[in-house]
């Protein structure tokens, strides 16, 4: 036997209670350390839907080592093309083609939007003609826009833009545009692009048609 | 006779919580882990006054796989699955039910189960074949604490995400032979019998509830009544038992019906448990080995959170394990006709909180109310399944038999009605009503594990270590 003698049980009890209090105590010392954000997307086939690899490589993670390469014009001190690391700002490349000159119209940019591969960035210079010529990126084969304050490398994000950004996208008019602001704002930001099927009015044809002209900016 | 004697699997059952428990505080895995050891460790020291090196090998066996297994189920419950880009593919639906204006629909596809919530005019229905094409994303989460989950409680039915279809559409090809079955038999309870018979009846064999009859029995507090739960698995199990008394291999046909009866019902965690639960004494039974009603209890709740742990926030699970372990603790403290009075009260005493807590209140009513219902309905479901059985038949004047069987579930309902307006008024939620419920459960759990003096005592203040 173990423990035969009666002190025997009452150690047993005392240890019983010492593993219950260092139990209590653990918890209450832990309580809350925990979190686990790691990664839940992996890569699988994408579907045979139209210009869905240029979608997946906007959201995607950049790669290390990965280098985009942008195009700057306007109030900057050196305009031309630079080499930035994946996943830059507008202020990056600001700062990299020496900064804003003292013509700059500093608030007709956002110096915070992302930038993307391949993108041309203009900085107005103050009394520039607004109407056309305001702080815009535009990539190749895309119309010249000025998303700005949504913008993001050319791109309107559905999480930030306003109603009237919404509306220069094709097939969305005052009332879709409306859903989607009413959208985000009751049930939270979107995480990704295939979230707006969520709302009325747009249905998988319309998303394909907007796709390449959207984002998700991060909350 | 100790714990460790009479219900080993309730030293790891309440090791294995107290893991999820930290895990749901925030703690780690390995953190999780050592307090499910420990407190595994503490149970075994407590309702040992000596302790024999068979007696020591069994607690390190409980010590070590509740310190592994806590380990492992924190360890699972934390790891989200990984998604694809995209999702494509014939399927099966294996589960549909309401969601608020829609439905939500569980599809297998590729082997992985997938959410979707799609409009009522699909009309899809479980066992259809169908085809799938859409975008993952992570099940969304509770918005405030204490909020329904449908994290939780989703990946506790083993889905991985939810699908935001593109293409969603019925496909030739065979379905799921069992999904195939219920909706048949849906069908069928729908169009042959009258609405109230329809009504029990979809809930004791299929899991499915009647909006209405929800409603009454929640009024009432008999609505486990329509849950399908360890009442009426071990029904079942009574009726098959008499049925094959004389056939040779009786536990395995029995077995056999049980595991049947709980897939047809959709394989609810009550359902499993009960099954899992009658299933273990069945096996004891069978191989000449001691029955112990808490023993099995923990036995099943603890397979089902090895299975996939986040039933253990899942409020079928919880209410089912809570009802059993105190029915359980009651058969083996009071084995008299006031054990038997006692029952019912004393679950409505421990399943309260956790009834209140999600539903918002719980009826004062059902005190007294299931005192009548559960020995009535026990009468009255094998009544409703021999009739429903009855309208398979072509025969003359099975209309008025049906019809018969309607009016006596009508007067058992008016008789529900007039005894729970003897007890008006219904019980909010408050922090004081979660403690009442746990130690009236442990004060219960202790007595069945032979616990006594300051032992008990002890055991009841382990129920408040929640609460600190």
């Given at each position: 036997m173990i423990g035969q003698g009666r002190w025997r049980g009452f150690l047993f009890?005392?240890?019983?209670?010492?593993?219950?209090?260092?139990?209590?105590?653990?918890?209450?010392?832990?309580?809350?350390?925990?979190?686990?954000?790691?990664?839940?997307?992996?890569?699988?086939?994408?579907?045979?839907?139209?210009?869905?690899?240029?979608?997946?490589?906007?959201?995607?993670?950049?790669?290390?080592?990965?280098?985009?390469?942008?195009?700057?014009?306007?109030?900057?001190?050196?305009?031309?093309?630079?080499?930035?690391?994946?996943?830059?700002?507008?202020?990056?490349?600001?700062?990299?083609?020496?900064?804003?000159?003292?013509?700059?119209?500093?608030?007709?940019?956002?110096?915070?939007?992302?930038?993307?591969?391949?993108?041309?960035?203009?900085?107005?210079?103050?009394?520039?003609?607004?109407?056309?010529?305001?702080?815009?990126?535009?990539?190749?084969?895309?119309?010249?826009?000025?998303?700005l304050g949504s913008a993001s490398a050319g791109l309107i994000d559905i999480n930030k833009a306003s109603k009237e950004d919404l509306e220069r996208l094709p097939g969305i008019g005052p009332k879709t545009a409306e859903a989607i602001i009413a959208y985000r704002e009751s049930r939270g930001l979107f995480e990704r692009v295939e979230d707006l099927l969520q709302v009325k009015g747009i249905g998988p044809k319309k998303l394909e048609a907007i796709r390449n002209l959207i984002t998700v900016g991060s909350p | 006779?100790?714990?460790?004697?009479?219900?080993?699997?309730?030293?790891?059952?309440?090791?294995?919580?107290?893991?999820?428990?930290?895990?749901?505080?925030?703690?780690?895995?390995?953190?999780?882990?050592?307090?499910?050891?420990?407190?595994?460790?503490?149970?075994?020291?407590?309702?040992?006054?000596?302790?024999?090196?068979?007696?020591?090998?069994?607690?390190?066996?409980?010590?070590?796989?509740?310190?592994?297994?806590?380990?492992?189920?924190?360890?699972?419950?934390?790891?989200?699955?990984?998604?694809?880009?995209?999702?494509?593919?014939?399927?099966?639906?294996?589960?549909?039910?309401?969601?608020?204006?829609?439905?939500?629909?569980?599809?297998?596809?590729?082997?992985?189960?997938?959410?979707?919530?799609?409009?009522?005019?699909?009309?899809?229905?479980?066992?259809?074949?169908?085809?799938?094409?859409?975008?993952?994303?992570?099940?969304?989460?509770?918005?405030?604490?204490?909020?329904?989950?449908?994290h939780l409680y989703w990946r506790a039915r083993g889905v991985s995400g939810e699908v935001l279809t593109t293409e969603l559409k019925r496909s030739g090809g065979g379905g799921s032979l069992l999904g195939w079955w219920r909706t048949r038999l849906r069908r069928f309870l729908l169009l042959r019998l009258?609405?109230?018979?329809?009504?029990?009846?979809?809930?004791?064999?299929?899991?499915?509830?009647?909006?209405?009859?929800?409603?009454?029995?929640?009024?009432?507090?008999?609505?486990?009544?329509?849950?399908?739960s360890g009442f009426h698995v071990g029904l079942v199990a009574v009726?098959?038992?008499?049925?094959f008394r004389n056939v040779p291999l009786a536990p395995a046909w029995v077995s056999a019906c049980i595991w049947l009866y709980t897939l047809m019902t959709g394989a609810a965690p009550s359902a499993l448990r009960a099954a899992l639960m009658i299933e273990a004494m069945i096996l004891a039974g069978w191989i000449g080995r001691p029955q112990s009603p808490v023993h099995s209890v923990s036995l099943a709740a603890v397979a089902l959170l090895l299975w996939r742990p986040w039933w253990f926030w899942d409020v079928g699970w919880r209410l089912s394990v809570l009802a059993a372990l105190t029915l359980a603790s009651l058969a083996s403290v009071a084995r008299t006709w006031y054990g038997a009075v006692a029952a019912s009260p004393t679950v409505w005493c421990t399943t309260a909180a956790q009834i209140a807590y999600t539903f918002g209140s719980v009826p004062l009513g059902?005190?007294?109310?299931?005192?009548?219902?559960?020995?009535?309905?026990?009468?009255?479901f094998p009544l409703g399944a021999a009739?429903?059985?009855?309208?398979?038949?072509?025969?003359?004047?099975?209309?008025?038999?049906?019809?018969?069987?309607?009016?006596?579930?009508?007067?058992?309902?008016?008789?529900?009605?007039?005894?729970?307006r003897l007890l008006p008024g219904e019980l909010v939620w408050f922090p004081q009503l979660s403690l009442v419920s746990a130690v009236t459960l442990f004060a219960l759990l202790g007595r069945a594990v032979k616990l006594s003096g300051l032992r008990w005592l002890i055991f009841l203040l382990v129920a408040l270590v929640p609460f600190v």
């Open positions: 009890l005392a240890g019983g209670v010492g593993c219950f209090l260092l139990a209590s105590f653990l918890l209450w010392t832990f309580s809350g350390r925990f979190s686990d954000d790691g990664p839940t997307t992996e890569a699988g086939p994408s579907l045979g839907v139209r210009s869905q690899e240029a979608q997946v490589e906007q959201v995607a993670a950049p790669l290390k080592e990965e280098e985009w390469v942008v195009y700057v014009t306007g109030a900057v001190a050196r305009p031309g093309v630079y080499s930035l690391p994946a996943g830059s700002r507008v202020y990056q490349l600001v700062e990299k083609s020496g900064g804003l000159t003292d013509e700059a119209d500093a608030e007709s940019i956002n110096l915070a939007a992302k930038l993307a591969d391949g993108v041309h960035v203009h900085v107005p210079r103050e009394g520039e003609d607004k109407a056309t010529t305001q702080g815009f990126m535009t990539q190749e084969n895309q119309k010249k826009g000025s998303f | 006779m100790t714990l460790l004697h009479t219900s080993p699997a309730l030293v790891l059952l309440l090791g294995w919580s107290g893991a999820l428990l930290s895990f749901s505080r925030g703690a780690p895995p390995s953190v999780c882990g050592a307090i499910g050891g420990l407190a595994a460790l503490g149970l075994s020291l407590l309702s040992a006054k000596r302790m024999d090196k068979r007696l020591a090998c069994v607690a390190s066996l409980l010590v070590a796989l509740a310190a592994l297994g806590g380990f492992f189920i924190s360890w699972r419950a934390s790891v989200e699955p990984t998604l694809p880009q995209a999702v494509e593919g014939k399927g099966v639906v294996v589960m549909e039910r309401p969601w608020g204006g829609r439905r939500a629909l569980v599809m297998d596809v590729s082997g992985r189960r997938w959410l979707i919530y799609a409009s009522p005019a699909l009309a899809l229905k479980e066992g259809d074949s169908v085809y799938l094409k859409g975008f993952p994303r992570r099940l969304s989460e509770a918005r405030e604490p204490g909020e329904f989950d449908p009258p609405p109230r018979l329809r009504g029990y009846m979809s809930a004791a064999l299929l899991g499915v509830r009647d909006p209405e009859l929800e409603e009454r029995h929640r009024r009432w507090g008999t609505v486990h009544l329509l849950a399908v009726v098959f038992r008499k049925l059902g005190l007294i109310v299931n005192l009548v219902a559960i020995p009535a309905f026990s009468l009255l009739a429903s059985l009855l309208a398979l038949l072509p025969l003359p004047l099975v209309g008025w038999a049906l019809w018969g069987v309607e009016f006596i579930f009508a007067l058992c309902e008016f008789g529900l009605s007039a005894l729970s």
